[in-house]
T-cell receptor, first 115, second 110 residues
Framework: GAGVSQSPSNKVTEKGKDVELRCDPI?????LYWYRQSLGQGLEFLIYFQGNSAPDKSGLPSDRFSAERTGGSVSTLTIQRTQQEDSAVYLCASSLGQGVNQPQHFGDGTRLSIL | GQQVMQIPQYQHVQEGEDFTTYCNSS?????IQWYKQRPGGHPVFLIQLVKSGEVKKQKRLTFQFGEAKKNSSLHITATQTTDVGTYFCAGWGGANNLFFGTGTRLTVIP
């Protein structure tokens, strides 16, 4: 497709389990971002990838959160030992080139619910 | 740390009334972007402002960037039910990431 694709669209899991969320950015976009949005709240930056550079992980809330981007394309966000406060919509966005002055294109998100 | 605040948090208007949301940053921004998120949807890019004092229009929407590049506003003239959603401003402070504002949720009453 032409847009940012995220999977799964919904994920329900038990507290303590690990989860993996996937993002497939727009072809040719070198910048990729992960955000978290709690119900009715704004977007919380998590991590940023730009080409082959080391990612900016400054927004990750704890060491239970990690992300990879293989081959400069698809990215996976992993949350280990999930907790109830991890429940949120996880949004991925991509943009052309380095972020400044580039609009971000968002996927539909993964709604994560921790029981 | 950098913060981007928006007011009001919620706004209910009658269809046909005007609407304005204000965005304020604690630090000077290199540019500012505006996004709209429909209920149940994802944020969609609307516009970007770069220059101090810049004003841009998109049909009934008018966007302004403050002279000091620390604040911005979005004004909608004669709202329609299709304008419903949450409007976010987002600013680049020079780092690698976009700081999103807290958002203004607009409800338009037909």
């Amino acid at each position: 497709g032409a847009g940012v694709s995220q999977s799964p669209s919904n994920k329900v899991t038990e507290k303590g389990k690990d989860v993996e969320l996937r993002c497939d950015p727009i072809s040719g976009h070198t910048a990729l971002y992960w955000y978290r949005q709690s119900l009715g709240q704004g977007l919380e930056f998590l991590i940023y990838f730009q080409g082959n550079s080391a990612p900016d992980k400054s927004g990750l809330p704890s060491d239970r959160f990690s992300a990879e981007r293989t081959g400069g394309s698809v990215s996976t966000l992993t949350i280990q030992r999930t907790q109830q406060e991890d429940s949120a919509v996880y949004l991925c966005a991509s943009s052309l080139g380095q972020g400044v002055n580039q609009p971000q294109h968002f996927g539909d998100g993964t709604r994560l619910s921790i029981l | 740390g950098q913060q981007v605040m928006q007011i009001p948090q919620y706004q209910h208007v009658q269809e046909g009334e005007d609407f304005t949301t204000y965005c304020n940053s604690s630090t000077t921004l290199s540019n500012i972007q505006w996004y709209k998120q429909r209920p149940g949807g994802h944020p969609v890019f609307l516009i970007q402002l770069v220059k101090s004092g810049e004003v841009k229009k998109q049909k009934r929407l008018t966007f302004q960037f403050g002279e000091a590049k620390k604040n911005s506003s979005l004004h909608i003239t004669a709202t329609q039910t299709t304008d419903v959603g949450t409007y976010f401003c987002a600013g680049w402070g020079g780092a690698n990431n976009l700081f999103f504002g807290t958002g203004t949720r607009l409800t338009v009453i037909p």
